[in-house]
């Protein structure tokens, strides 16, 4: 990565403002509800490799970070006293958790920092200036502590001045803005398929939609030698090639795109040639494996077929760099969850012959780990969003903000 890391600088005995991702499921989004606890602690655990390295140095701790939705401040179930608690019980430190995002309590809090301490800010989406990219917010935000650390990669794609305006006030100020170790993990995984892919480079496309993913397919029709599509994503292109889909989810708005997408690149995009098919999407559900020209009027197709997974599995053998975004079916029921399953299978088996294997998107990530298998892969990212706006190849501002090396 071009951009400066926490090993780069000198950290010892320094205050350290660290954007973190936080923003982890709750027990409840009830306003009134009382001891909220968070349900998922993998994106804290997460940022422990980069909080420990700086308290070990003896540095202090001022975290930020969004959580959930929040329309204003009064939206107290998205308070980050859960997020206090449960990061206290994982670090076996006290954490100070704040009731402002900034003020001057904050501003006292921060200055009678000790080395070792931590101090958790409220939820940056509770002040307006967040999400604004407010200069002068930035500004007293650096103003608090000697170094900024981005650690939030799930957060980068996003202008929010706890994300990009506070690194460029950091420099202002003479500070250092640098990734923390989880950032920098991302955007190395990554960026491998972005900058100079091993080859063969295999892409995989699935989920629900196509719409909000033509950019990628796009960006990955030129860098990949194939892409294989699944999913609900794929009924678009096969009704755009004339099938009859009978009940699939098709978005007949993005057909004249996939119909374009194909005449561009029809020998490189790998449609499935069967599918899994169901009246609903139900594990009482009778399913059975029907050829794609020949789906029942009446039914949805809601995985890939074995014939497609033989396929895929086929185009899958050397490759060295595979890609995948999207689920091959509705894998949370688990009758139609074969396709993505056995994909992930294969994908674990090609790392165990040396490919790279790199698995992005929100879904995705569950789906593998619903699999068990996120240890075998090489990479599955914990930025859902800013994974794909990557692969796309876009520059995301967290890390646009950062100082180079
Ligand atoms: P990601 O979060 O990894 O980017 P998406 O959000 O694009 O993935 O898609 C995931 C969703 O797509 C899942 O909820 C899954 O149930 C749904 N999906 C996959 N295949 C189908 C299908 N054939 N019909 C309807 N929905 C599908
Ligand atoms: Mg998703």
């Given at each position: 990565m071009?951009k400066?890391?926490?090993?780069d600088?000198d950290?010892?005995?320094k205050?350290?403002?660290?954007?973190?991702d936080?923003?982890v499921?709750l027990?409840s989004?009830?306003?009134?509800?009382t001891?909220?606890?968070v349900t998922d602690?993998?994106?804290i655990t997460?940022?422990?490799?980069?909080?420990?390295y700086?308290?070990?140095r003896?540095?202090?701790l001022?975290l930020?970070?969004h959580?959930?939705?929040?329309?204003?401040?009064?939206d107290k179930q998205?308070?980050?006293?859960p997020?206090?608690r449960?990061l206290?019980?994982i670090t076996?430190?006290?954490?100070?958790k704040l009731?402002d995002?900034l003020?001057?309590?904050?501003?006292?809090?921060?200055?009678a920092?000790?080395?070792?301490e931590?101090?958790l800010l409220?939820?940056?989406?509770?002040?307006?200036?967040?999400?604004?990219n407010?200069?002068?917010f930035?500004?007293?935000?650096a103003g608090?502590?000697?170094?900024?650390?981005n650690?939030?990669?799930g957060?980068a794609?996003?202008?929010?001045a706890?994300?990009?305006?506070?690194a460029y006030?950091?420099?202002?100020?003479?500070?250092?803005?640098?990734a923390?170790f989880?950032m920098?993990?991302e955007i190395?995984?990554l960026?491998?398929?972005?900058?100079?892919?091993?080859?063969?480079?295999?892409a995989?496309?699935?989920g629900a939609k196509?719409?909000?993913?033509?950019?990628l397919i796009?960006?990955?029709l030129?860098?990949?030698?194939?892409?294989?599509?699944g999913?609900?994503?794929?009924?678009?292109?096969l009704?755009?090639q004339?099938?009859n889909?009978?009940?699939?989810?098709?978005?007949?708005?993005?057909?004249p795109e996939?119909?374009?997408?194909?005449?561009m690149?029809?020998?490189?995009?790998?449609?499935p040639?069967?599918?899994?098919?169901?009246?609903e999407?139900?594990?009482?559900?009778p399913?059975e494996v029907e050829?794609?020209?020949?789906?029942?009027p009446?039914?949805?197709?809601?995985?890939?077929?074995p014939?497609t997974?033989?396929r895929?599995n086929a185009?899958?053998?050397?490759?060295?760099?595979?890609v995948?975004n999207?689920?091959?079916?509705?894998?949370?029921t688990?009758k139609?969850?074969t396709?993505?399953?056995?994909l992930?299978?294969?994908?674990?088996?090609?790392?165990?012959?040396?490919?790279t294997?790199?698995?992005?998107?929100?879904?995705?990530?569950?789906a593998?780990?619903?699999?068990?298998?996120?240890e075998k892969?090489?990479?599955?990212?914990?930025g859902?969003?800013?994974?794909?706006?990557?692969l796309?190849g876009?520059q995301l501002?967290?890390?646009v903000a950062?100082?180079?090396k």
């Open positions: 071009n400066k890391s926490v090993t600088i950290v010892n005995n205050k350290a403002l660290v954007r973190v936080f923003n499921p027990s989004k009830d306003p009134a509800a001891n909220i606890t602690d993998t994106r997460a940022a422990m490799p980069t909080l420990n700086l308290l070990d003896g540095g202090s001022i930020m970070s959580l959930g939705r929040p329309k204003t401040a009064d998205y308070a980050m006293d997020v206090g449960k206290a019980e076996g430190r006290k954490v100070t009731d995002v003020s001057d309590k904050v501003k006292a809090a921060a200055a920092l000790q080395p070792g931590i101090l409220e939820n940056t989406r509770f002040d307006p200036r967040e999400k604004k407010d200069p002068d930035s500004a007293q935000l608090l502590a000697d170094i900024y650390v650690d939030a990669f957060s794609h996003r202008p929010d706890s994300v990009d305006g506070v006030a950091a420099r202002a100020q003479g500070k250092p803005a640098v923390g989880l920098d993990k190395t995984a960026g491998i398929a972005v900058e100079n892919p091993p080859r063969p480079y295999v995989i496309m699935g196509i719409s909000d993913k033509i950019k796009e960006n990955l030129e860098k990949a030698d194939k892409i294989l599509i999913g609900g994503m794929a009924n678009t292109f009704k755009a004339g099938h889909l009978g009940k699939s989810l098709v978005e007949e708005e993005a057909l996939a119909k374009r997408l194909l005449e690149a029809a020998d490189r995009l790998i449609l040639v069967d599918v899994v098919v169901a009246a999407v139900s594990q009482d559900a399913s050829l794609i020209w020949a789906i029942s009446d039914k949805m197709a809601l995985d890939i077929g014939a997974l033989e895929f185009e899958l053998q050397g490759a060295q760099l595979v995948w999207g689920p091959m079916g509705v894998f949370e688990p139609f969850a396709g993505t399953f056995q992930a299978q294969t994908l674990a088996a090609l790392v165990d012959h040396g490919a294997v790199i698995v992005g998107g929100g879904d995705s990530a569950a593998v780990r619903k699999a068990g298998l996120t892969m090489t990479h599955v990212s914990t859902g969003g800013a994974s794909l706006e990557l796309e876009r501002p967290g890390v950062l100082d180079d």
